[in-house]
């Protein structure tokens, strides 16, 4: 039996944020391993949109789709779903569990740069 697609019943906004979030914790500048953990990384640059858009890394994505990174219920849901840890608007903590979620969204949402 395949694995079930979407397990905890993450909303479109939940998704979308946490792809936002796991390729965040893919670069330093942007995300710190937790000592101590099994995976954890701590991220404590949340970017903001300027104009329609932003970057991560040489990734960009919509403003569209990153609505849920300065959404606290947002942050709440996923922590109470064990795939963040929260502290709320300033960083968090994005868990093993959260790296490894597979919302498959990630071609849909981050895109190439060329600048």
């Given at each position: 039996m395949p694995p079930k697609t979407n397990p905890l019943k993450l909303n479109p906004l939940q998704s979308r944020t946490l792809v936002l979030l796991q390729e965040m914790a893919r670069y330093p500048e942007m995300g710190t391993p937790v000592?101590?953990?099994d995976g954890d990384v701590f991220?404590?640059?949340i970017?903001?949109?300027?104009?329609?858009?932003?970057?991560i890394g040489r990734k960009v994505v919509s403003a569209s789709d990153a609505t849920g990174l300065h959404n606290e219920a947002v942050w709440v849901?996923?922590?109470?779903?064990?795939l963040v840890k929260s502290s709320f608007p300033y960083a968090l903590t994005i868990t093993k569990a959260g790296i490894a979620y597979d919302t498959g969204l990630s071609a849909?949402?981050?895109h190439?740069?060329?600048?």
């Open positions: 000592q101590d953990s991220l404590s640059r970017p903001h949109p300027h104009g329609d858009h932003f970057h849901a996923l922590e109470r779903k064990g849909q949402i981050l190439g740069s060329d600048h």
